[in-house]
């Protein structure tokens, strides 16, 4: 037996009407969904922290959500998890005929386009809809990949600062915005405002080719690091960290910050 098939076996049995865990039976596909995306916020992790033994273990409860998935989609009778494998299968070769079918691409940007037409070409537009550049965009991802995708595509059609200090700017016009909706104490506008901002820092991030949640997951990592630094230094000086005035706090924040300078 293969290791796919003893998982597949596994899966059926934890699903058994009779015999199966009682958890397991219960749930559905939007049960589930919070899992799946734990486990690719895992996978993320282990991968950020270079941690690649952990990694076959976190791809393997990523895994096992497909073949949860699956395995309902068997049971009423949909699909099952080979149809699942052939149809990736089949995806991936029909959008890298550069790969399978002779056709010829000079660089990255070429290939890009040639993915986007492709995929146009296999979800068209129903009759009756407006076509839009923003079209395709997946709104249950977090909110700063959304940001990024809809700035992305916007750009494709020439909504786009010509460099990253229009951005700057836009930056610093929001930030006004919210310093008077902050003076106006309504709550719904404050939102609004800090809204804006991010994604207006969103988008400085794309001009600058950063990816802006790989610089956030390093600012909170390094966050983490320093503060606990901080409760640390303030333990060996005799101290709770948080009956520390403000200044005191602050005080310690700057040394930390030498240090891992």
Request: hydrophobic share 40%; aromatic share 8%.
């Amino acid at each position: 037996m293969s290791p796919i098939d003893k998982l597949l076996d596994v899966m059926v049995s934890l699903r058994h009407p009779e015999t199966g865990c009682i958890w397991d039976k219960e749930q559905t596909y939007k049960s589930i969904v919070p899992y799946t995306i734990e486990e690719v916020y895992e996978v993320a992790e282990v991968i950020e922290t270079e941690d690649y033994e952990e990694l076959k273990n976190e791809l393997g409860d990523l895994l096992f959500q497909v073949v949860f998935y699956a395995q309902i989609a068997k049971e009423e009778k949909r699909f099952d998890f080979n149809d699942v494998v052939e149809a990736i299968s089949e995806k991936m070769i029909r959008r890298h005929p550069h790969v399978f079918s002779g056709y010829e691409v000079k660089n990255v940007q070429e290939q890009k386009i040639l993915w986007d037409e492709i995929k146009k070409k296999e979800k068209p537009e129903a009759k009756d809809a407006t076509p839009s550049a923003l079209d395709g965009v997946n709104y249950m991802q977090p909110a700063v990949a959304v940001a990024r995708k809809l700035q992305s595509k916007a750009a494709k059609v020439g909504f786009d600062w010509p460099d990253h200090y229009g951005t700057l700017d836009k930056i610093h016009e929001e930030m006004e915005e919210v310093k008077e909706a902050v003076d106006t104490g309504d709550i719904d506008k404050i939102t609004d405002e800090v809204g804006d901002v991010l994604f207006a820092a969103v988008n400085l991030a794309r001009k600058l080719g950063v990816d802006p949640d790989v610089a956030l997951r390093s600012t909170n990592r390094k966050f983490d690091h320093r503060f606990k630094l901080m409760e640390q230094m303030a333990a060996d000086e005799g101290s709770e960290f948080k009956a520390l005035s403000l200044d005191e706090q602050e005080n310690l924040w700057g040394k930390v910050k030498k240090k891992s300078q």
